[in-house]
């Protein structure tokens, strides 16, 4: 009898074990984590707001996007100099924060549809005697690092005759050059400087020349077709419901969300 009740008593634990594993598989499952890797200085796409916490367009836009999928958007910051080898490591599943898709980049991502246009400019404080791309000549340029201000500048022949380009982390630390009189201009994102001439009016002047339009794109890991599929039928899907018209429309106060 005593053997029978050994015998039941294992019986009954191994059973409660595998109803704890069950349960655990479940809620694991309920908690599958898409992780995001952003430049959270990046306004108005993905920015700290004053209470320190992530916000911006595209922050909204991939949470929505992640929900569609059935996953839970995880926002990884991280230095947008490395960012294509943080999405090779595994560490991060997708590049999403005004990511500008270029052939160079085609080379080492795959990237979803374009859903925004975008365009490299020049901007100048407003006191600035620089009022077009040739009075550039022997002034000192100022842009984020690894980034696609830089192959625009590369690519235009006044290259050749600014002074000195100076790289910086981010696009808030370029600008901060700029207005201390350590640069005299400084090659950034449109849809950035839109922002930052709203909230600091009469700051900042924008040369009517820009240097190259482009558009913005999610990028995913090379061979991972099948998270690319996905998360292009859940962008597909608020492009049809209005999801992402109401997104756009809470940050830029119009739709600009390509369709």
Known sequence: ???????????????????????????????????????????????RDDKNELVGFDIDYAKAAAKEMGYTAKFQ??????KEAELQSGRID?????????DERKQKVLFSKPYLENAQV??????????????LKGKN?????????????????IKKDVKNVSEYKDNVLALNDLKSGRTDAVVIDEVVIDYYMKKEKGTYT??????????????????????????????????????????????????????
């Open 1 to 47: 009898m005593k053997k029978m009740g050994l015998i039941f008593t294992l019986l009954l634990a191994l059973s409660v074990v595998l109803a704890g594993c069950g349960t655990s598989k479940a809620d694991s499952s309920d908690k599958k984590e898409l992780v995001i890797g952003v430049d959270d200085q990046f306004a108005p796409m993905g920015f």
């Open 77 to 82: 910051p991280i230095d947008w100099s490395t």
């Open 94 to 102: 997708l590049i999403w924060n005004g990511y500008t898709i270029t």
């Open 122 to 135: 020049i901007v100048t404080k407003a006191d600035s005697p620089i009022k077009k791309l040739a009075d």
């Open 141 to 157: 340029i100022g842009l984020q690092a690894q980034s696609s201000a830089s192959e625009a500048l590369n690519a235009n022949p």
């Open 206 to 259: 924008l040369l009517e020349e820009s240097l190259a339009p482009e558009q913005y794109g999610v990028g995913v890991k090379k061979g991972n077709e099948e998270l690319l599929n996905k998360l292009q039928k859940a962008l597909d899907t608020m492009n049809t419901n209005g999801e992402a018209e109401k997104i756009s429309k809470e940050w830029f106060g119009e739709s600009k969300v390509l369709k």
